[in-house]
Structure formats: structure tokens, C-alpha cells
Antibody, heavy 124, light 107 residues
């Protein structure tokens, strides 16, 4: 079974750093892009960026560029989301998801396998 | 960046109703659009990709249509488990955007 498992809930103070993980299993992890999505309390979904595990090609939502870093470790089939100096407004649920498409053809298959989500709470 | 709007932002419906949700893109995106369902406190679930392709395992009462800038998600006969929030999402030039969501609740 293809699945993504995310790291556990985090409680942080403002100014601290955060690194959450997303580990894939049950498929050729290196063949897919992993996207990150933020959902602030009571709000909608926001696409943050994605990484291709095969070569770590990374794309960011301009709104999150410079605010977060997406990285990956091929050897452990894990993608990471890193934020260096948290603010209270970073309090949210963060999801990773396999993102499939043929980008050159502008063909999009959707985000079809999701991690369970990681709750991040930041106190000021 | 391409923006997505959804209408309505919320709707009240009864079991058995036909429900239609619209998603409009600020510029043409071909058919690079997906629809998701998110129940309260749960992970989003992919329903439709490529504007009109039904994701494996999704009931056939869900359907999608449209291309360019105007898209529609239709639930042909609303079931109790369909009360949720629905999001559209577009892809263009390695960037993705979600719509603001449409909440479907009990009438």
C-alpha cells in the first residue's frame, strides 16, 4: 500500500525552528513529487511547494518562497519542510501529498496520497 | 499567479439533492484542475483530476466538467457522507493554487 507518514505534532515557541518530515513507503518514492500544503485553523488549503525526490528539484509558491525550505533524503524516502524562525501565524496543520502530473504537457493527476497531517502550534 | 474563485462559498442541501459547485480561474488553464473533498478534521481526498477524470474508488455520483477558465463539480444525488468542504485546485507552470472552498451542509 502506498502511504505517506508524517512526523508528530509540534509545540514551539516563536523564534524557534521547525522541521517536519514525510516518509513514503510502498512505491518507487524517487519517481514522484511530494507537495506540502498548509491549513491554518478554520481556513482553506494553501499549496506551499513541492520537491521531486529523484533529483531534489524544488518548486515554491511565491508566497512561501524564502519563508520555508523543502528538502529530501532519498536514502530514507523522506521529504522535509523547514521553517527557521517560527511566528504565531505558523500555527497550522501541515500536510504532505504525492503530486502527480506531466508538467511539460500541463497534465495534472492531482494530489492523490496524503500524509496524516502534522499539527504545529506556535506560542508567542 | 492564477487565482481561483469558487461559488457558492457555502450551500445547504438535503440528501438526494443534485449539487453543483463552480470554480473559475483568473486565466485559462486547459483542464489542469482537480477537486478535493475535506471532511471536518480529516485529510483532503482527491475526487476529480484533469477536470473530469474520476479518481479511482470515488463514487460515480461525483463528476467534473469544464476547461479553460470555468469548471464544475457535480454531485448527482447527495449522500449523508458527502457533507463536507470541497476545494478546486489548478496547476500551471509548476505552480498550484487552491480555491477558497465550498462548504456543503445539511439543509
Amino acid at each position: 500500500e502506498v502511504q505517506l507518514v508524517q512526523s508528530g505534532a509540534e509545540v514551539k515557541m516563536a523564534g524557534e525552528s521547525l522541521k517536519i518530515s514525510c516518509t513514503g513507503s510502498g512505491y518507487s518514492f524517487l519517481s514522484y513529487w511530494i507537495g506540502w500544503v498548509r491549513q491554518m485553523p478554520g481556513k482553506g488549503l494553501e499549496w506551499m511547494g513541492m520537491i521531486y525526490l529523484g533529483d531534489s528539484d524544488t518548486r515554491y509558491n511565491p508566497s512561501f518562497q524564502g519563508q520555508v525550505t523543502i528538502s529530501a533524503d532519498k536514502s530514507s524516502s523522506t521529504a522535509y519542510l523547514h521553517r527557521s524562525s517560527l511566528e504565531a501565524s505558523d500555527t497550522a496543520m501541515y500536510y504532505c501529498a504525492i503530486t502527480r502530473g506531466s508538467w511539460a504537457l500541463n497534465y495534472y493527476y492531482g494530489m492523490d496520497v496524503w500524509g496524516q497531517g502534522t499539527t504545529v502550534t506556535v506560542s508567542s | 499567479a492564477i487565482q481561483l474563485t469558487q461559488s457558492p462559498s457555502s450551500l445547504s442541501a438535503s440528501v438526494g439533492d443534485r449539487v453543483t459547485i463552480t470554480c473559475r480561474a483568473s486565466q485559462g488553464i486547459g483542464t489542469a484542475l482537480a477537486w478535493y473533498q475535506q471532511k471536518s478534521g480529516k485529510t483532503p481526498k482527491l475526487l476529480i483530476y484533469d477536470a473530469s477524470s474520476l479518481q479511482s474508488g470515488v463514487p460515480s455520483r461525483f463528476s467534473g466538467s469544464g476547461s479553460g477558465t470555468d469548471f464544475t463539480l457535480t454531485i448527482s444525488s447527495l449522500q449523508p457522507e458527502d457533507f463536507a468542504t470541497y476545494y478546486c485546485q489548478q496547476f500551471n507552470n509548476y505552480l498550484f493554487t487552491f480555491g477558497p472552498g465550498t462548504k456543503v451542509d445539511v439543509k
